[in-house]
């Protein structure tokens, strides 16, 4: 397929790459144009504007957050104003549930089509076309990018025809991460002060009913206290948790467990965390109990 | 080998039952009697006091709680006034790490060993020898009590030599239990109130990074909202929620969520929950969010 | 002097009454204006639109939240296009520390002067010029605005010159009472299912270091459980918890209480208590412990 | 009267020596009877042993916790033991709803009576004959050690006949007062950090609807960050809370704030704060926000 892609920073260069190697022409724009040159030596396109990236047949878009989608998809000469009648908007990026559903009616009134498709996974997952992607959007719409969905990860998952639902279940997913990371955070606080291997310990759980890739990935990071460099940076797993929040505020649905880790990103990012990874929320139990 | 074992509910049943499989001499006891029959049916000898339980190499506990178990091996006629010297007692009951240090002095006092043994599996894990057992204790008195158990368990895991060691693992992993259930409590809360399907959502959930046992089993009762019959009771929930309280204050380890599951399992025993599982604290969300 | 009054809700009718009292001429105005009726009978000129209420030195605003204020303030032909060179905006209402900011900024490049001053009080104390009001702004602009201020309450606090310190201390002081409703509800909840009459228990502890109007107004409606008709709605309560956690998110602040009160705020409207006082998150805690 | 009291500790000093300054014969004794000295010098008798302290018509208990109570009221030569038939013990120590419960039996059973009179103040107050006492048991010995109460104290608050009702309000009055510690605690990370001073802060507070003693002597020590030397040292801060929780257990009732102040206090005492005094949990929100 002829595709644009918009957004190169750590997830969106390895996603575009497998676009590429999925045979699909790739045209690549990024507001700093450094960024894209590895992937132009690849046989990617370079795209001057926003509305160079929307000539295809879809363009998908992989941003930082709701201000940087509404500015590339909403504002004047961005993506709505830019993409044909009956193409179609992927929007990879992780946003709020009212920016989804936003951007849904936005692209209807262009006569054009809005797929949401947030993914799990870190850099090294896009990397290697292992991430899980959760689309939602009109049947039609979701059948013609499949392939390009099928190129950057290796599950997808198709909740309902609603894009916003994609959004709501990839948020929910994350604060479920940022749970188990502050579980393992105080339970590695308890066992560490009582002189137990933190190491050890994880390797116990992960023999037992938490053998699962949230506890491996996420149990190592904390047990090793190795939050540098990010794969998600800490101001990212703050929004998230913001934005699931708002969702439950939206809906009336109290969320005790999201109101603490709101808690503690703002402790991390108050004491200096601000280029962490947002697992580092899970030393902040160790250091409420002076705990190594 | 020749063993006691006393304590024959609904884990300890199976797990005796696995001991005579494996071609142990079991003599069991249970304050109420007639739990030992269907196991007597199978080649156990009944034991008509906690003293004719002890009479062998090793006697195995798997009682309700700390009360229990003080007055099962610490009263007068217990397991310390009627095992051999030499002779171990394993303790598979999850009880506080203070009784279990209690238990390892009392016993080294007597010239006797204690390995604590909590497991992890529900009712239907103990039947088919799937449990997990997490052993810790001398290292001789481990190596010995090794065949017993393997044949209870399909994983073995040793910590270290302290028995508290293994309680507070397995403290911890309830609390972690508790933690996902909640979690997914609230999520399923969110994505139900959105109208998204919770069982799909959990699918979705389970194929990506929370492909764990925990997320299958406790995420299933809590997409169902399936409650009874309770495998593992509320009240016991809060049992365990109280003594990873406890081993946090006595080491001055705060842990929030713990704090939280807490009054969850208040509320649920406050509101009629007595006989449910303890996974039904994961509609408390929706109940408070009036989702259905 | 000659001042416009914009915003005759439960509270803005009283202030304003007050300053027609204290001999200023006023010229009110409210979206529908029925509401201006009984204040028109009292001598208050009636204004036709927002523009008609900023002839004068100063327009004073009593409304709902950011939306309105926005509307009126900032909107075009509101407060901001049609207040003279060097008159005074006096913002009352409750609002963000970010919008009173933003007020400040935009009156300053119209060459006006703002002024915030919310107000501490319920209904019948607006009425009766009861109010505790809390101003900041410039020195030469707080003094000139002094005398109705001192109309609509019976105390005038001044913290410093920078007007959106006085919407912080508003708001901070909202979460205060909202903490004592949320501690007044558990310790009711707790006494109350222990059979302590609530009245009594009230009565105990403002004898106690607890006589304070807080304890005394809030207790009471708690004790009683008495939330209709609502002095101070829930949707508002939720709101200024909301801008509470925002300020504290600005300025990397965790508010653990404010967090659960926000939760506490959501379970109320969720389960039907969009018309009830605030205090009404004081029934949460009996409700959770089945208690009457 | 003839009394005996027992525990003369920064509270208890003071309350003994009222009550020998409105007349009474008071015999003292304390586990290290050099406290007794000031007291015996200015006119009180010592005691050898607690049995000497129980001669008289009524027995008064200024004791640090449960333990150090059950010691000298149920041990072997207790007060139980010593009491003469139809005394009466007055226990002014902030202990448990359970132990209360005990002594009330246990008294009973001995023929003797118990009085529960918990009382409200810091030592300044006691010293001062400025508490205020919350008494509960049968009115016939309510009404006899009146005089003694009234002693102590400038107010005499009378609940119920059930002495363990007493308790669970002043455990429920600490309650509230650590909530307001705290919630001063966040507000204050919240105002400072914006670079409004602490201290007018708290005037401002204190002119509204919060001017009760509980703002203005904890408002200023959060204030002043002063919390050497303590008045009521943070350990038995943890004690109270543990109580509230407690009796909250007992009764199922969820008490999401003491479960806050719970991890709070541990927080504190993991990171140095034994000899602090409890308002020091004050300081924990802003050490969080990393304001000063």
Tied chains: 1, 2, 3, 4.
């Excluded at 996974?121 to 076309?129: K, S, V, Y």
Aim: charged share 15%.
């Amino acid at each position: 397929m002829k595709v644009g892609f918009i957004g190169l920073g750590n997830m969106g260069s390895g996603m575009a790459g497998n676009l590429l190697a999925a045979g699909h022409e790739v045209t690549v724009y990024n507001r700093t144009p450094e960024r894209a040159q590895a992937l132009i030596a690849k046989g990617a396109k370079a795209g001057a504007s926003i509305a160079e990236a929307c000539h295809g047949d879809a363009v998908l878009t992989m941003l930082a957050d709701d201000e940087a989608v509404t500015r590339v998809a909403l504002d004047a000469g961005g993506i709505r104003d830019s993409l044909a009648a009956g193409a179609i908007h992927v929007g990879c990026s992780t946003i709020s549930v009212a920016l989804s559903q936003r951007l849904t009616q936005a692209h209807a009134e262009g006569g054009q089509r809005y797929v949401a498709a947030p993914v799990f996974g870190r850099p090294e997952a896009a990397a290697a076309a292992r991430l899980a992607v959760v689309a939602a959007g009109a049947s039609d719409a979701v059948t013609e990018v499949r392939p390009l969905l099928e190129a950057i990860g290796q599950k997808l998952l198709v909740p309902s025809q609603t894009p916003a639902d994609a959004n709501l279940i990839k948020l929910s997913g994350n604060f479920l991460i940022a749970t188990v990371i502050e579980a393992l955070g105080e339970a590695m606080a308890l066992v560490g002060k009582a002189g137990i291997d933190r190491q050890q310990y994880l390797r116990i759980l992960t023999s037992t009913l938490f053998d699962a890739p949230v506890f491996h990935t996420y149990g190592g990071l904390v047990a090793e206290q190795r939050f540098e460099p990010a794969g998600f940076a800490a101001p990212l797993g703050l929004k998230d948790v913001r934005l699931v929040l708002a969702a439950g505020e939206a809906s009336r649905v109290p969320l005790p467990i999201a109101s603490l880790l709101r808690d503690r990103f703002l402790a991390l990012l108050a004491q200096g965390g601000e280029n962490l990874d947002w697992s580092a929320i899970g030393m902040l139990a160790a250091r409420d109990a002076a705990a190594s």
